[in-house]
């Protein structure tokens, strides 16, 4: 059998395993470890061991925890819903107002942790009961809450982008920076279409009566305002540190986890119920992605033993004669169907060992491209019918919202970033020119 017939066959059991509802890093790892025993003998049994090993020598990996234990504590201390609160008073006099507001909470909440099930599950709980109670029309709540949260992967301090530089072997300074212009992009996208919208069909947002807006006295609207910046002020200050050379990495989520815990302090909100709960979650993500991280390296060893790269390289160029960009759009594609079953981090570690290289080979700029997967990514997560975040949605949101309003809800802001992915690969400088810059590239 032929190593590119091979590499198929281990790609496809693994598919086969996760369709079946198995767990994504026994999965991965089994079907891994399975074909490493088959193809190398007892030498072969050795991949997960020494993966297990790269992962721990992987000292960058400290910043997840320590970036999901803040996103956590800002959650559980309560810190969150003074975002919303200075969000709903400042924009509910517009039309659609509280929803933008409701857009710049969940992006703000998700960047916290970089984790877009964080800033829907504030958002499902916190901003979906207001509006709806306020007579938002459903549908443009839980889209917009989808939507919104989809933005926290890419916006700095993002997990993702820590793992694709890890695994990419790319400087996380220059992919936090490569984030910022597309992420604002994207979000002043989906401002753009929920104002217009909500001008053409005012009873999609109506505004806050004039009455309760004039109960708010300016003392109460600047004391909201001051809550509310604590939040965003730590999270530029700690990027900034890092971006500026004063911390590294890990001393820059070190710096956030404190600051975040010292801000609820300072607020009387830390005490032992809120403390357990962040810490139980925390352990809880962390060790999902340590598994799946684990599984994923003793797959990508057993592919590039195969030399899948150069066989993917193969089909895509020499078989199929597709253009570079022809391959790209295969790659993103291929991203789109694997997010209707998986979660962002395991369709990176699955693919980008393969596609990294290629991506380079083809003289494509590796920054940039980690930008397009997680736009990808963002649209995969939320793309009917099997799309993840719309499950999600469905859990966390009250009886009265369908999953027939969940689809419905998602399909404009889809076509949206569909249009925010093909001005970012038609003019790459969006994502390039913030990290050129900076570094003086």
């Known amino acids: 059998m032929s190593h590119e017939m091979i590499a198929l066959l281990i790609f496809s059991s693994m598919m086969v395993m996760l369709l079946t509802g198995q767990r994504v890093f026994g999965a991965i790892g089994g079907v891994a470890t399975l074909f490493a025993r088959l193809l190398w003998g007892d030498g072969g049994a050795e991949m997960p061991f020494n993966a ?14 320590l970036f999901i234990y803040m996103g956590y504590m800002f959650s559980e201390s309560g810190i969150a819903s003074d975002l919303y609160k200075m969000f709903h008073v400042w924009m509910g006099s517009t039309s659609g107002g509280l929803a933008i507001g409701t857009m710049g909470l969940m992006v703000a909440v998700s960047a916290m942790n970089g984790l877009s099930v964080a800033g ?65 992009l994207l979000a002043g996208l989906f401002v753009a279409y929920i104002y217009i919208r909500c001008r053409l069909q005012p009873h999609l947002g109506p505004t ?21 910046i604590i939040p965003l002020l730590i999270i530029f200050s700690m990027t900034g540190l890092f971006l500026m050379g004063i911390t590294s990495l890990v001393q820059c989520s070190a710096a956030g986890a404190t600051a975040t815990t010292l801000a609820a302090l300072a607020k009387g909100r830390l005490n032992r119920k809120v403390m357990d709960a962040t810490l139980k979650n925390t352990l809880s993500v962390s060790c999902m992605f340590m598994w799946v991280i ?24 020499d078989r199929w004669g597709l253009s570079p960009i022809g391959v790209l759009v295969m790659m993103q594609l291929s991203y789109i169907v694997m997010g209707m079953f998986l979660d962002d981090t395991a369709m990176l570690i699955i693919v ?24 990808t990514c963002q649209i995969a997560y939320m793309t009917p019918p099997f799309g993840y975040n719309l499950f999600l949605m469905k859990a966390m949101a009250p009886d009265e919202v369908s999953l027939g309003d969940i689809y419905r809800s998602i399909v404009p802001f889809v076509l949206v970033m569909l249009v925010g992915l093909v001005i970012v690969i038609a003019f790459p400088q969006i994502a390039l020119w913030l990290p050129n810059y900076y570094f003086g590239r």
């Open 120 to 184: 829907m599950a504030i958002g499902a709980s916190l901003a979906l009961p207001e509006m709806l109670k306020r007579k938002y029309d459903k549908v443009m709540v839980t889209g917009v809450i989808q939507a919104g949260s989809s933005l926290g992967i890419m916006v700095p301090p993002s997990v993702v982008l820590v793992l694709y530089g890890m695994i990419a072997r790319q400087p996380v300074g220059q992919l936090w920076l490569a984030g910022v212009f597309p992420g604002l």
């Open 52 to 65: 297990a090993f790269a992962l721990l020598n992987w000292y960058p990996l400290l910043t997840l925890p």
């Open 208 to 228: 806050i009566p004039k009455e309760e807006l004039d109960s708010i006295t300016w003392a109460q609207k600047f004391r909201l305002l001051r809550a509310g």
């Open 352 to 375: 980008a060992p393969l596609y990294v290289p290629l991506v380079i080979s083809l003289g494509f700029n590796p920054i940039w491209y980690g930008i397009l997967y997680t736009i």
């Open 294 to 317: 684990l599984a994923a390296l003793c797959f990508g060893a057993v592919f590039d033993g195969l030399g899948a790269v150069h066989a993917i390289q193969s089909l895509f160029i």
